[in-house]
């Protein structure tokens, strides 16, 4: 059976657990270096991804990343169903550095964006112009982007499900009893 935390790669075990990186409170420049550091450290395990291209929104982007949602527009929506509003490319192979680099750039700007390895398993989700992001990571990869955006802000989804509990887990609660 696989395990998502547990492969090998070289002959080395690689243990991964997954991580929101919680973003509220930045400028945009500092959410895009969070981003693009988060997606830079696991890059060489991307094998595809798939991305919205909000173009409506167009206006408020840096000069590359507009850049980049311009080639991916260009590579892999097709030209009938390119319009001013809304674009999505579909899962797409980052095998080539310069298609993953223009994912990576754009990801803090779409609505939904994707990056998966090739066993199918998720490398990373980002949505909502990178307010809700998730991110499988090493412990050495958690330590690396920790010093960067402050462990504070890197928080296991383990305790984030606990700290914030469902609508349904708080209604059954309610029913039983439980916190009130």
Partial sequence: MFDPHRWKTRGVDMRRMEYTLKLEGLGDPEIG???????????SE????????????????????????V?????????GDRDDHYMRTRVRSVADGKVREDF???????????????DDAQVASLADEGMSFVIWLTDQQRTALAE???????????????????????WLNRLGGGNR
């Fill in 33 to 43: 270096t969070a981003c693009r550091t988060a997606l830079t450290l696991v890059a």
């Fill in 46 to 69: 991307m094998w595809a991804a798939e991305t919205d291209i909000p173009w409506s929104m167009r206006e408020g982007w840096p000069l590359e990343v507009l850049e980049a949602a």
């Fill in 71 to 79: 080639r991916l527009c260009d590579r892999f929506v097709p030209e």
């Fill in 104 to 118: 990576i750039t754009f990801a803090p700007h779409a609505y939904d964006v994707t990056f998966w390895r090739d």
């Fill in 148 to 170: 960067v955006v402050g462990a504070d802000r890197l928080i296991s989804m383990t305790d984030w499900r606990q700290a914030h509990p469902s609508m349904w887990r708080n």
